[in-house]
């Protein structure tokens, strides 16, 4: 990651950016959202209008009804030609034949004003017109008792939003029609309710074209046929019959007994089908589908046809969406980024590195302390070097000096290069921690980016923030804490071994080795008589040893130093030698040559002890 420079910022982050983006994309999706239902919505209307006026064409009466009207509108133009075929011009010899023949004429004259009168010849079919009326009226029902599949039930916005707000600007067109089909499967589950509503209208409309009551054309034409019927078949099997001989003479008589057999083979048809469908039990009207999924499977089927995606709405998309979905996608990252600066930032790795900095220079400031107590015992013997190489025990005192002067040297030597070594070492850590948080602060953004993108614009604003941060806080927890975590456990593990080694090479091992001195030379100044410079000096080495003590005591080094009759403990004492000696059992130990030193519960550096066998 690269270095930011850091701006005072208000508290808390910042997300109306992305709350403006995902309303913009919430206005775009409503709009495109919007077409897509109305498709779905009016391929699915069609659709079930078909299927009711089908049902409606299963009606006992729809499929002769119609012709009623047609045999009986027949009829009508059959008066009109035997009408133009009665000429006066050709009256009949006998005056009683004469008197059957206008009697005859008068009624079909009568008949045919009398349909002229009633709408025998309206033109179209007005029982067909009746029909068309009432499935109009049944379909209007429909859509205002089930409205339709509204678009709120169909819940667009929810269904598109994933598949076009993750699309990439190159691949819209899968993801709008992976939209599309999103819906139309959704309004399959709605559409149980719908089939349930469509059961009852197919039922409400074969019952209104049954009901001869409310088809009153059909009705009408019906009884026209029965009452024509009835009229002419006196006339033909009575009347006519009278009028043999004049039969061959008059071409109307002729159309009379022709327009009747045609009429009566057409009527008693008509209604021998009208009696039979009054006559049936069991209502042909049912709804043609009897289960549920066969309706829903062909009405769905077609709704999911290619042709019938919207083009406007993918032109819309492919015009719109990659402005706004870049939008959106910048608006998130800022979010992350801000939220990164905010909790992470490199502050677990600097306090890490800190800690060891400081671990680091408590070690070189104890080292100094050390070396400046053995400088001031150095100093002392060298100013009274003239006085005290009169004394008894001078060799030692010399012995002792050069010693310390050596001790000195090697100390401030080894410090430095101790200091030197872990300094390199926390600055090659700094660079690797910021590679290291680079790669993990990225894959990090990205991952959480990735989850977010499509999630986000179904949540509510008020808790756009609160999903953004629970979100980084999972990832976070499971890979930067981890990464994180191991790589300071790296560091403090090779920091606490190179300071380990420096005490335990240098600082304690002086510390024995003046231990030592302790024990054996300078407890033989102290046989010297009292108040001479060798009892001085002796004096100055005991107060050195004892701030040497207090230093490593402040740094949290205590000493380890057996007794006389303490039992040998391999893990804090070293044997040098076993002797036996009177008074001491197996295993206690005799004399300590030099102190060992812990830390906490850490053994630095063994006692070395002559024990007992």
């Not at 070097?385 to 030597?413: H, S």
């Not at 207090?550 to 080094?557: A, F, S, V, W």
Request: net charge negative.
């Amino acid at each position: 990651m690269s270095k930011r420079q850091r701006k005072p910022r208000p508290s808390g982050t910042n997300v109306q950016p992305l709350r403006v983006a995902l309303a913009d994309l919430e206005r775009f999706g409503g709009a495109v959202s919007d077409k897509f239902a109305a498709r779905l919505i009016s391929g699915f209307g069609k659709s079930v209008s078909h299927k009711i006026v089908l049902s409606g064409s299963l009606a006992k009466l729809n499929g002769i009804d119609e012709r009623a009207y047609e045999v009986y509108s027949r009829l009508i133009e059959r008066y009109a030609v035997i009408l133009g075929l009665v000429r006066p011009d050709t009256p009949c010899t006998d005056d009683r034949a004469q008197g059957i023949f206008d009697g005859i004429a008068a009624v079909i004259s009568s008949r045919f004003k009398f349909a002229e009168e009633n709408g025998g010849f309206a033109g179209s079919n007005p029982v067909t017109a009746e029909k068309n009326r009432l499935v109009a009226c049944v379909l209007q029902g429909f859509y205002r008792e089930y409205k339709l599949v509204p678009k709120d039930a169909l819940n667009a916005r929810a269904h598109i939003q994933s598949a076009l707000y993750a699309a990439n600007a190159g691949d819209i067109e899968p993801g709008a029609r992976a939209a599309f089909a999103q819906l139309v499967q959704h309004a399959r589950a709605l559409s149980r309710p719908t089939y349930t509503v469509y059961c009852g209208k197919c039922r409400e409309l074969v019952a209104a074209l049954n009901d001869l009551n409310l088809r009153k054309s059909a009705s009408y034409y019906f009884r026209m046929i029965e009452t024509e019927r009835d009229i002419l078949e006196p006339i033909v099997k009575i009347q006519l019959g009278a009028l043999t001989s004049e039969a061959e003479e008059q071409p109307a008589l002729c159309a009379i007994r022709e327009c009747y057999q045609v009429f009566t083979q057409e009527a008693d048809k008509v209604l021998e089908a009208f009696r039979s469908a009054l006559n049936q039990d069991d209502c042909p009207g049912r709804p043609p589908f009897e289960s549920y999924d066969s309706y829903h499977a062909d009405i769905f089927a077609k709704l999911a046809e290619p042709d019938l995606f919207p083009a406007a709405a993918l032109e819309q998309i492919k015009a719109e969406l990659p402005a706004l979905h870049s939008a959106y996608r910048q608006s998130l990252s800022a979010v992350l980024l801000e939220i990164i600066d905010t909790k992470v930032s490199k502050a677990r790795l600097d306090h890490t590195l800190y800690e060891l900095r400081k671990s680091v220079t408590q070690s070189t400031i104890m080292a100094g302390e050390i070396a400046e107590v053995f400088r001031k015992t150095h100093e002392y013997a060298a100013n009274r070097k003239d006085e005290l190489d009169g004394q008894p025990g001078a060799e030692i005192i010399a012995g002792i000096n050069e010693t310390t002067a050596i001790k000195i040297m090697n100390i401030q030597d080894s410090k430095g290069e101790f200091y030197e070594e872990a300094m390199r070492k926390l600055v090659n850590y700094m660079a690797d921690g910021r590679e290291l948080l680079s790669s993990v602060f990225d894959a990090l953004r990205a991952e959480v980016e990735a989850a977010l993108l499509p999630v986000l614009p179904s949540v509510k604003p008020e808790n756009i923030l609160q999903t953004v941060e629970a979100a980084f806080e999972q990832a976070y927890e499971q890979s930067f804490t981890q990464r994180v975590g191991k790589t300071s456990a790296v560091w403090q593990s090779e920091i606490h071994k190179h300071i380990l080694t420096f005490k335990r090479e240098v600082l304690l091992y002086e510390m024995g080795t003046f231990d030592e001195i302790m024990n054996f030379s300078v407890s033989k100044l102290t046989t010297e008589p009292a108040n001479t410079p060798s009892q001085e000096y002796a004096a100055a080495l005991h107060n050195a040893h004892a701030e040497l003590l207090e230093i490593l005591g402040r740094n949290g080094i205590s000493r380890i130093q057996p007794q006389p009759h303490d039992s040998f403990d391999g893990k804090e004492h070293d044997v040098l030698m076993a002797e036996r000696t009177e008074g001491f059992a197996k295993g206690e130990i005799v004399k300590t040559f030099s102190s060992g030193y812990r830390e906490g519960d850490t053994v630095l550096v063994r006692a070395s002890v002559i024990a007992a066998k």
